[in-house]
């Protein structure tokens, strides 16, 4: 059974949020809504939504400064959305925790396909197929699957749900060369043209999380030109071929 079909729709365009809230209401979703930044800090903490949906450019409080401050203390999935196709704007919601980008105007069926990968992936949808119940563990590094839970020398790791994913993915294939598309489809359920760079985006928030020394990794490793390696927390830097 699904425990939670909550999605909060943060966008001043009313417009957009009664097209957006009609399309989602038939595929079975109970809809909130914020026309604003500071509404949608209080919705979130209110209702506490398993998707949040929210737009970039917004008064009072734009979407960038929404996600870093939920961000703070929860880890509920984040789609952002944006008029403007500029890689920039894109990076800059990765680093501070979005889990995804869309760029307006944007297909609803594409939409929706995003939502349910994502929430597949932290437990909100049901799998196709059984997840191994496991843990996963490499040097000092401990992924509890089930749980969605991670521990880096006992301590508790606090991940988006992008960021789990691609790191369940590097402890299933340690040691192997991982192309940022296989990253991208790990952690979305689909790829997408264009979007592979921002991958890099997820990798460098990753490191801050495990690495002692972001300069001189010692887990995710990059192979030029291919992608990243995992090493299990071997000394080692950047490879080159």
Known sequence: METNRTVLLVDDDARLRSLLRDFLQKENWQVEEAADGIEALAAIAAKRPSIVILDLMMPKLDGIE??????????????????????????????????????KPFSMRELAARMKAILRRTGGLPQQTAVPADTL??????????????????????????????????????????????????????TFEGYERTIDAHIRNLRKKIERDTHAPKYIQTVYGIGYRFDGGTDGGEHRV
């Open 66 to 103: 929404v996600c870093r401050r939920v961000r703070q203390t929860l880890q509920v999935p984040i789609i952002m959305l944006t008029a403007r196709d500029d890689e920039v704007d894109k990076l800059l919601g990765l680093e501070i925790g979005a889990d995804d980008y869309l760029v």
């Open 137 to 190: 563990s490499a040097g000092g590094l401990c992924l509890h699957v089930q749980q969605h839970t991670a521990e880096l020398d006992g301590r508790s790791l606090a991940l988006t749900p992008i960021e789990f994913s691609m790191l369940e993915l590097f402890l299933r294939h340690q040691g192997q060369v991982l192309s940022r598309l296989q990253l991208l489809d790990a952690a979305h359920g689909f």
